[in-house]
């Protein structure tokens, strides 16, 4: 019973923030939500939300629970639930999510997979990865 509180609080929890200033070249684990407003090259793989500022970029591979993008990313995203793309936001890729919110000057191009089904965690997501589906 506490633990499933604790794991819901520590995924709302932005236990970590690339800054402007940062790039990073690899894969990255996150157990909590982050915020990028920096760069990453490679897989980032999250149980929590990804939110990207306005300056951050992310090439390759996405997975997360929600996605708040203002930022940029080219490669393709897994999201459990929601990807919302804000005004200043750009997405060039495949993305996989339950829900897509696109604000008027955002930006979208590729493909999409929406998938309706409350079944649809995180947890799937990131084993879905593994599995290489």
Do not use: P, W
């Amino acid at each position: 019973m506490f633990s499933s509180k604790k794991n819901k609080k520590k995924l709302d929890e932005t236990s970590t923030i690339v800054g402007e200033e940062t790039t990073f070249t690899g894969s990255l684990e996150v157990h909590s939500s982050i915020r990028i407003d920096g760069n990453i090259y490679g897989e980032l793989n999250c149980s929590g939300d990804v939110t990207i500022g306005q300056e951050g970029y992310v090439e390759k591979t996405v997975t997360a629970r929600n996605l708040f993008l203002a930022g940029k990313i080219q490669g393709d995203v897994k999201v459990a639930n929601k990807i919302h793309i804000y005004d200043t936001g750009s997405l060039d890729g495949k993305a996989e999510m339950n829900t897509i919110v696109i604000d008027e000057k955002g930006q979208f191009n590729g493909e999409s997979v929406m998938r309706n089904t409350e079944a649809y965690t995180t947890e799937n997501v990131v084993q879905m990865e593994e599995n290489g589906k």
